[in-house]
């Protein structure tokens, strides 16, 4: 359930630069997750973004719609 908060969050915040600060694979990671989804979520979900449940619930209805890297992170957190 964090990893998928994780996921929803790297959506929202599409910049790493807060995150390398932190934790380098960390960033690596959420900016991978990010790439994958964001031009998914601005295409389906726009009106959601600023919510991170919003965009991954979203996103999983639209999941026939969204692109393949997408669909395969989602279904590498169980979504």
Do not use: P
């Not at 390398?20 to 690596?28: E, K, T, V």
């Not at 919510?51 to 209805?61: P, T």
């Amino acid at each position: 359930m964090i990893r998928s908060l994780c996921i929803a969050s790297a959506l929202l915040f599409l910049s790493t630069a807060g995150w390398a600060d932190n934790n380098q694979s960390s960033a690596n990671d959420n900016s991978a997750e990010a790439r994958a989804c964001h031009g998914d979520a601005r295409r389906y979900c726009r009106e959601a973004i600023g919510d991170e449940f919003r965009v991954a619930s979203c996103l999983i209805e639209h999941r026939e719609k969204i692109s393949r890297a997408c669909r395969a992170m989602l279904e590498s957190h169980g979504m």
